[in-house]
């Protein structure tokens, strides 16, 4: 009876170890292989390949956020935005040839074919001009309180076939272009002879400026040479 006991008690435990075994699985099974142990030291070896891997796929959207977001600023946004040029409403003060301007200026020259160019924004200097200028026209009064005048002058010639005139301004930011046509005789040309001072004057509206305060005025001829450089408080 002890024997079949021993026996028994023996099979039992075979038929223990069989049925762990089986619960274990294959994978368990196999860690006790010496193939079991390389798996292991290979699926070790991988380790820092997967970390290079997941340290390079971290920049790549590190980069790919920076891109998006230097998309976006590339966008047109209300307070970095660049303002466009405006055309401003111009209104003609005074157009003519004869005036006296220049006349006493002893350093003036017939070679001198650059005009003068002038914002004019307060009353006592509007007033100096046109009594220095004996203008051929009368001039109606002008509210520098709401308005400003410039003046394009380009002073004495001994013939006719002179002019100028204020053709455009435009507004950019802090930047107003006034472009002016500037007309002289051709060489050899046939021109009346009298003595001419050719002028032209414009008024515009303050609150057609966009932005105000201190303005720089630049007079341009139509081949973009500079004809005057003003600044002005508007």
């Not at 021993?6 to 223990?16: D, E, L, P, R």
């Not at 401003?88 to 003060?93: D, F, G, K, P, Y």
Request: a negative charge; one cysteine or more; hydrophobic letters at 35%.
């Amino acid at each position: 009876m002890n024997g079949e006991n021993m026996v028994s008690i023996g099979h039992a435990s075979k038929a223990t170890r069989v049925h762990r075994d089986h619960l274990r699985g294959p994978a368990s099974r196999t860690r006790k292989t010496g193939r079991g142990r390389t798996g292991t030291r290979v699926k070790k070896a991988l380790k820092p390949s997967v970390a290079l891997a997941l340290s390079v796929l971290v920049l790549l959207t590190a980069l790919l956020w920076a891109g998006c977001g230097d998309g976006e600023s590339d966008g047109p946004e209300t307070g970095d935005a660049v303002p466009e040029a405006r055309e401003l409403e111009v209104r003609t003060l005074a157009h003519g040839m004869i005036s006296q301007y220049g006349r006493g200026d002893e350093s003036a020259t017939e070679d001198e074919t650059r005009p003068e160019c002038e914002v004019i924004t307060r009353a006592e200097d509007l007033e100096m001009l046109l009594k220095v200028a004996s203008l051929q026209e009368e001039i109606p009064p002008v509210d520098l309180e709401r308005e400003l005048v410039l003046a394009v002058l380009q002073g004495p010639k001994r013939t006719g076939g002179y002019a100028v005139s204020v053709s455009r301004v435009t507004q950019k930011g802090s930047l107003v272009e006034v472009r002016v046509e500037v007309v002289e005789p051709e060489p050899g040309s046939i021109t009346i002879q009298i003595l001419t001072s050719p002028y032209h004057l414009v008024t515009l509206d303050r609150d057609a400026f966009n932005p105000r305060g201190q303005l720089r005025f630049v007079f341009l001829d139509e081949q973009d040479n500079l004809l005057e450089e003003v600044l002005a408080e508007v």
